[in-house]
């Protein structure tokens, strides 16, 4: 089976059969997308006929916010044109692989998140298969079977946004862990300054803000940072260059570990343009042995689409009806 890479993947019955409708959620701290992902036959690429966005309105609690999906979910339930064989969520947060429930969020930006037991509750409303796995996760897969990797064997995908996630594709499946945790790419060590912090604080869009106001005391949004790096702001461009640099140095080190056939990138920081770039690419052949050089590093395909069709990939998969 390869490797969500769990050969004790839950496997789930249906009903349905092609073509057949998956409804897909991306829960994010701002927003909650919901959308009919289509698949007309097998191994056919999806579409999306149908897609809303709601606020997450966070501070209201994570009940809340559970119910919000809910409501979501059944409208999008209201608007699939074939049968339904499931309900596919990336969510904000650690996903627990066992049970689909929140085992950690950031309590400042989706406050009474952790602990939710998001699967749990859709499968007592719908009653019908799901998956539930981390947003990053989500686009990850969804860049590997439709976007900028498909295609490829194995894969990486750096997504540098306000905060830092990853994952790894091996053999077309998303490579989870022994908890679902795999893949919090932003958590390992910061390769500048002599370490100390992690790879978030200084690649994020969030960390590239907080550089900047420790080096200048002024609190600027990323991309007015990025704007003042081309403007002749030396404060602005060192850290840009850094969170690039940063990003290569560590980017060669998971290379050098699982050999991917291309390195997805993608998310807010990636728009910071050619300092960025280069400083990424610069940093990652000068650390990384010369037979892996010519990595493939490409830019993600699917925009806001990608963790959708993720998490409707990861719900065929739990049914068998992946295609990988």
Same mark, same amino acid.
């Given at each position: 089976?390869?490797?969500?890479?769990?050969?004790?993947?839950?496997?789930?019955?249906?009903?349905?059969?092609?073509?057949?409708?998956?409804?897909?959620?991306?829960?994010?701290?701002?927003?909650?997308?919901?959308?009919?992902?289509?698949?007309?036959?097998?191994?056919?690429?999806?579409?999306?006929?149908?897609?809303?966005?709601?606020?997450?309105?966070?501070?209201?609690?994570?009940?809340?916010?559970?119910?919000?999906?809910?409501?979501?979910?059944?409208?999008?339930?209201?608007?699939?044109?074939?049968?339904?064989?499931?309900?596919?969520?990336?969510?904000?947060?650690?996903?627990?692989?066992?049970?689909?429930?929140?085992?950690?969020?950031?309590?400042?930006?989706?406050?009474?998140?952790?602990?939710?037991?998001?699967?749990?509750?859709?499968?007592?409303?719908?009653?019908?298969?799901?998956?539930?796995?981390?947003?990053?996760?989500?686009?990850?897969?969804?860049?590997?079977?439709?976007?900028?990797?498909?295609?490829?064997?194995?894969?990486?995908?750096?997504?540098?946004?306000?905060?830092?996630?990853?994952?790894?594709?091996?053999?077309?499946?998303?490579?989870?862990?022994?908890?679902?945790?795999?893949?919090? /790419?932003? #958590?390992? +060590?910061?390769? &500048?300054?002599?370490?100390? =912090?992690? @790879?978030? $604080?200084? *690649?994020?869009?969030? !960390?590239?803000?907080?550089?900047?106001?420790?080096?200048?005391?002024?609190?600027?949004?990323?991309?007015?940072?990025?704007?003042?790096?081309?403007?002749?702001?030396?404060?602005?461009?060192?850290?840009?260059?850094?969170?690039?640099?940063?990003?290569?140095?560590?980017?060669?080190?998971?290379?050098?570990?699982?050999?991917?056939?291309?390195?997805?990138?993608?998310?807010?920081?990636?728009?910071?343009?050619?300092?960025?770039?280069?400083?990424?690419?610069?940093?990652?052949?000068?650390? /990384?042995? #010369?037979? +892996?050089?010519? &990595?493939?590093?490409?830019? =993600?395909? @699917?925009? $806001?689409? *990608?963790?959708?069709? !993720?998490?409707?990939?990861?719900?065929?998969?739990?049914?068998?009806?992946?295609?990988?």
């Amino acid at each position: 089976m390869g490797a969500d890479t769990r050969a004790d993947i839950e496997t789930q019955e249906t009903t349905a059969s092609w073509p057949l409708t998956v409804v897909s959620v991306d829960v994010g701290g701002t927003k909650i997308a919901v959308a009919t992902v289509l698949y007309k036959h097998e191994g056919g690429a999806p579409s999306i006929p149908w897609k809303i966005e709601v606020p997450t309105k966070a501070q209201r609690g994570g009940d809340a916010v559970l119910e919000t999906i809910v409501e979501a979910v059944r409208e999008g339930m209201g608007h699939a044109t074939t049968p339904v064989a499931g309900i596919g969520v990336g969510t904000a947060g650690r996903v627990r692989v066992d049970d689909g429930s929140i085992a950690y969020a950031v309590e400042s930006i989706m406050p009474g998140w952790a602990g939710q037991p998001v699967k749990a509750r859709l499968l007592q409303e719908f009653g019908i298969p799901l998956a539930v796995m981390g947003d990053v996760q989500a686009h990850a897969l969804g860049e590997a079977r439709w976007g900028a990797a498909q295609g490829a064997d194995t894969c990486i995908v750096l997504a540098p946004g306000t905060g830092m996630g990853g994952g790894f594709i091996c053999h077309g499946r998303i490579v989870l862990g022994a908890h679902g945790f795999a893949g919090e /790419v932003g #958590a390992t +060590l910061n390769p &500048l300054d002599g370490g100390g =912090a992690v @790879l978030e $604080s200084v *690649a994020s869009g969030s !960390g590239i803000e907080a550089r900047y106001e420790d080096l200048t005391g002024e609190h600027v949004s990323g991309a007015e940072i990025s704007h003042r790096a081309y403007e002749g702001d030396e404060a602005a461009r060192k850290v840009i260059e850094d969170a690039g640099r940063a990003l290569g140095i560590a980017l060669a080190g998971w290379v050098n570990v699982f050999d991917p056939d291309v390195a997805v990138v993608s998310g807010s920081v990636t728009k910071a343009g050619v300092l960025w770039h280069d400083a990424l690419h610069k940093a990652y052949e000068a650390h /990384v042995p #010369a037979v +892996l050089a010519d &990595l493939s590093i490409v830019e =993600a395909g @699917l925009g $806001s689409d *990608a963790p959708l069709i !993720g998490a409707s990939q990861y719900l065929l998969d739990s049914l068998g009806m992946g295609g990988r």
